[in-house]
């Protein structure tokens, strides 16, 4: 089975469609196969897999780990809708601290990789939504960062109203002109395959 690979309007971020048979008794696809990556020019060395469960309203976010541990990411949402969203924070990038948004569904069984310099989080559409992701790197408390869900400069339309969030998310989330004045990320441009 292949992949179709869709670039996004920012460099590095591509939506990435996996072969899929289906048939009357369900469906079968590959979710990740390093192989067939590595034919598109897609090198990551992925070391663990998260699974998280949300409610309703629910946003998650928007975190990172900073580059002392950075971190590509492919996220996938195996049960229900969310509404995910990365946001650039790689300074000196033509698009830093803009963001974009891509509904990752059980049903169109899309998948969002996220390289390096971007925070992420993501808005539960559906009752609840369970959230399936890889990292290239381990998890590193000394180097989680959060961007604010609802930063004004960065301006997310998100599609819903009155979140429910973590204290963490409600409380720790610091402004884009903080990331600005600090970078936690250069801008290197991607080349090759990965830039689309």
Known sequence: MDIRIQPTEIDGVLIIAPGCFEDERGFFFESYNKAVWLRHGLDHNFVQDNHSRSGSNVVRGLHFQDDTAPQFRVVRCTVGEVFDVVVDLRVGSPTFGRWLGATLS???????????????????????????????????????????????????????TDPVLSERDRILGRPLQEYRSNPCFQYHRVSGPLAG
Do not use: C, M
């Open 106 to 160: 059980a049903t169109n069984r899309n998948q969002l990789l996220i390289p390096p310099g971007f925070a992420h989080g993501f808005a539960v559409l559906t009752e609840f939504a369970e959230i399936q992701y890889k990292v290239s790197s381990y998890h590193k408390p000394s180097a989680e960062r959060t961007l604010a869900w609802n930063d004004a400069e960065v301006g997310i339309k998100w599609p819903l």
